[in-house]
């Protein structure tokens, strides 16, 4: 069935690195742009990161642009994000989430399950 | 940036009761924004989008309207399971993509 599943989450200090993966199965990987979005503890929903089908073009949100980077890898249908220089702040449960159609915005339809980011001391 | 606003926070509704949720964005976003639900501990499921448009597998209860920059979900009856945050979100001018405050259904 489609599924999306992150890992890489944990624990890291202010100013550590991590890197985030989401596995992709059941549907051509390849022809959807993919995203981040995250969720801080009692908090709502916030748009992180996209990545174009082919790779070509990336976009972030303000807060994590210069520290955060995007990247695909079609062949192994995989999504990752690589996460420096982290804060306080950034401490959420990380999502990715595919648009409902190939290569065209719309609504997420599938999302992973999440992995939680804790950045502390 | 195109601010998303939802109203109210909350909303307390007995079970078989109707639900009306608004959703505003500062400008206009066309038919482009959609609808999710969220449990706790759970990823948001995707309920609208087309602001009208249920998805695969969505209740009838369910029923979005609106376009521009007014927008309203419509739970008919609600149900047990229906006790959720709801949020709205554009796609029709990003990045960034913009997310609403959510709008929590509780048991009144």
């Known amino acids: 069935q489609v599924q999306l599943v992150e890992s890489g989450g944990g624990v890291v200090q202010p100013g550590g690195s991590l890197r985030l993966s989401c596995a992709a199965s059941g549907f051509t990987f390849s022809n959807y742009g993919m995203h981040w979005v995250r969720q801080a503890p009692g908090k709502g929903l916030e748009w992180v990161a996209f990545?174009?089908?082919?790779?070509?073009?990336?976009h972030y949100t303000d807060s994590v642009r210069g520290r955060f980077t995007i990247s695909r890898d079609n062949s192994k249908n995989t999504l990752d994000m690589q996460m420096n220089s982290l804060r306080a702040e950034d401490t959420s449960v990380y999502y990715c989430?595919?648009?409902?159609?190939?290569?065209?915005?719309?609504?997420?339809?599938?999302w992973g399950q999440g992995t939680m980011v804790t950045v502390s001391s | 940036e195109i601010v998303v606003t939802q109203s109210p926070a909350t909303l307390s509704v007995s079970p078989g009761e109707r639900a009306t949720l608004s959703c505003r964005a500062s400008?206009?976003?066309?038919?482009?924004l959609a609808w999710y639900q969220q449990k706790p501990g759970q990823a948001p499921r995707l309920l609208i989008y087309?602001?009208?448009t249920r998805a695969t597998g969505i209740p009838a209860r369910f029923s979005g309207s609106g376009s521009e920059t007014e927008f309203t979900l419509t739970i008919s009856s609600l149900q047990s399971e229906d006790f959720a945050v709801y949020y709205c979100q554009q796609y029709n001018n990003w990045p960034p993509l913009t997310f609403g405050g959510g709008t929590k259904v509780e048991i009144k």
């Open positions: 400008q206009s976003v066309s038919s482009n």
């Open positions: 989430a595919k648009f409902r159609l190939e290569r065209a915005s719309d609504g997420f339809d599938i």
């Open positions: 990545i174009r089908y082919d790779g070509s073009i990336k």
């Open positions: 087309g602001a009208s």
